[in-house]
């Protein structure tokens, strides 16, 4: 970890929850009504199925059940939370915020609580910035959600943006965690040049420079391509050095999930097998803030990820935004346990 303070502790994530909508879509659901089929997408993207939220389903209410989720495997989990961040792109409205709207139905009315707006990036962002409220002494320990009920701002007759996205959210906790774990370094950056690429009218009907957005998601999936394969190779690349490592100490890549071939890519500017990294888009698609807690939780509960493995993080989103950071896997925690879904199973069995 660079510039080690005696003092500063040592902070990472100590419970984790995730939430995914019953509703499966798979590829052939898209051939009927737009000029697609089911092996292009899967072969172009790697992606198989996804998730739709139910029509009265919202990002607040995805995001309540990660949270939930992370209760249940962790009913003190929340102990010491006085800051909600909801990282997302498809909030249920501008104001509230939707983090003040998962405080309030999880019994954290009063904390702290903002969302953040970087997108597919927004989840890793969330984690420094979370950090960095409690290294501030601002707050005590911080409930990150990652949620998105993007099947409601992607026209779903637009053979670009409708086959690639899905809906879910992924709930974790900062806080302590002992010395030698936890996060090490972040890495973050955005480039407003690239809004065109990625991009969703709000108030304004332009961006800067007079560029026309509509509606509903707009992107130019080739410049978001190029753009990601870059972005992640280097910010991860920058990140290892920060934290004096190198590509032979990491266990497990957690990249963003928006196309296998973009993870291909990453992987191979690291010199690292895909056996190295997890991946579950073929099952989500693209859930923007919701992929790395998706895959974190996966990756725990399958007995992948364990205590003390070196992670690096990597993501890419609308801004055009990236991050990149390293953590050493904290496994204590009760929710953090490999066999706590085995555990949830049996329970429910019971
Ligand atoms: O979290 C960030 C969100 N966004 C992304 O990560 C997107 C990144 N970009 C991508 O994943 C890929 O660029 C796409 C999956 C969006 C597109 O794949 P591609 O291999 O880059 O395809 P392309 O845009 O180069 O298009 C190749 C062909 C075109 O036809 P022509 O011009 O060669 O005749 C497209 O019109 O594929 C066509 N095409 C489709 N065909 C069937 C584009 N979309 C589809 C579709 N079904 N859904």
Aim: charged share 15%; glycine share 12%; with cysteine.
């Amino acid at each position: 970890m660079s510039d080690p303070s005696p003092t500063r502790p040592t902070l990472g994530i100590t419970a984790l929850g995730m939430y995914v909508p019953e509703r499966v879509v798979p590829n052939s659901d898209f051939e009927a009504r737009m000029d697609t089929n089911a092996d292009w997408i899967e072969s172009r993207t790697g992606i198989r199925e996804r998730r739709f939220a139910a029509p009265e389903q919202y990002t607040s209410d995805v995001g309540v059940l990660a949270v939930r989720d992370l209760l249940r495997r962790d009913p003190q989990a929340l102990q010491g939370v006085d800051a909600v961040i909801c990282a997302t792109v498809s909030p249920d409205a501008l104001m509230p915020s939707t983090a003040a709207l998962i405080a309030m139905q999880v019994g954290l009315t009063g904390a702290a609580a903002f969302d953040l707006s970087t997108a597919c990036s927004g989840f890793v962002y969330a984690l420094s910035v979370a950090q960095g409220l409690i290294l501030a002494g601002s707050a005590r320990r911080v409930l990150v959600v990652g949620a998105e009920a993007l099947s409601k701002i992607v026209d779903q007759n637009d053979r670009n943006t409708a086959i690639l996205f899905g809906d879910g959210a992924g709930a974790a906790v900062v806080g302590p965690v002992p010395a030698g774990y936890g996060f090490q370094d972040f890495i973050m950056g955005a480039d407003g040049n690239g809004g065109s690429s990625l991009y969703l009218r709000c108030v304004a009907p332009t961006l800067p420079g007079g560029f026309q957005m509509g509606d509903s998601v707009g992107m130019n999936g080739r410049e978001v391509f190029k753009f990601a394969v870059r972005a992640l190779g280097d910010s991860g690349t920058q990140v290892l050095a920060k934290s004096g490592l190198t590509t032979a100490d990491v266990d497990w890549v957690i990249p963003h999930q928006a196309n296998v071939r973009i993870i291909e890519a990453a992987m191979d500017r690291f010199g690292l097998p895909m056996s190295k990294t997890i991946v579950n888009l073929d099952r989500y698609g693209n859930t923007s803030s919701a992929t790395v807690p998706l895959v974190l939780r996966e990756g725990v509960d399958a007995g992948q990820i364990t205590d003390g493995q070196q992670l690096l993080l990597i993501a890419f989103g609308g801004g055009l935004s990236w991050v990149a950071g390293t953590m050493k896997w904290w496994g204590g925690a009760p929710s953090l346990t490999a066999d706590s879904k085995a555990q949830q199973q049996a329970e429910v069995n019971a």
